[in-house]
């Protein structure tokens, strides 16, 4: 005979108001974990500390850190300013105990990827800069103008972006030089400008 069958009367809602309990306090502690498990994920992903060349870094808040790409350590992007036609991009780059190349030449291979509106050498318009920041010499870069970006390693013609801004550094990282190289819009980076140095700020050994 049903089981239900016999349960009649007070049993039988006794019986429907235990079920409807227990159902009531799985879902409870099913979404109670949920949402701890999204804090964890959003306390991680607001920390965004990574590390290179023995040294290590924090992404300002609203950098979004992108997949993995050949040649890079970490890849940042920023949302373009109101207007803008693209976002800013952070590649962060290390190539290991004594390789990278000089200081000096990684600053001439960047601005050799920018033209100026009168034809004029970026070299004379460039501003280049050496600071100490938490112990770590660091090297920076800023300049304006049409940046010849690259389309891939096997393109032979860069993508020219006209009123494009770049923010760079080169750290001298005990392991070898860490660089990071912002890129994007005028608009985009110059609003940014402060979180890039905040970046920075946050450089440290590990």
């Known amino acids: ?44 992903t607001r920390k965004g500390v990574a590390q290179a060349g023995g040294i290590s870094w924090a992404a300002p808040d609203g950098w979004t850190q992108g997949p993995e790409r050949p040649m890079r350590t970490a890849t940042y992007r920023v949302p373009a300013a109101a207007g803008d036609p693209e976002d800013a991009e952070c590649a962060v780059f290390y190539f290991g105990v004594g390789q990278g190349g000089t200081v000096q030449a990684n600053i001439d291979r960047w601005v050799s990827q920018f033209e100026q509106p009168d034809g004029g050498p970026s070299s004379k318009v ?76 946050t450089l440290k050994r590990n």
């Open 1 to 44: 005979m049903n089981f239900l069958v016999l349960l009649q009367g007070k049993d039988l809602r006794w019986v429907v108001m235990a079920l409807l309990i227990a159902t009531l306090a799985c879902s409870s502690n099913f979404q109670s974990g949920e949402v701890q498990t999204q804090r964890a994920s959003t306390a991680q």
């Open 126 to 201: 460039a501003k280049v800069a050496e600071q100490i920041i938490n112990g770590l010499k660091v090297t920076t870069v800023s300049l304006a103008g049409t940046y010849l970006a690259s389309r891939g390693p096997m393109a032979r013609t860069a993508a020219a972006k006209p009123d494009f801004h770049m923010l760079a550094a080169i750290v001298d990282a005990p392991q070898g030089p860490v660089f990071f190289k912002l890129t994007g819009p005028s608009r985009t980076v110059l609003g940014i400008r402060e979180e890039f140095k905040g970046l920075l700020q």
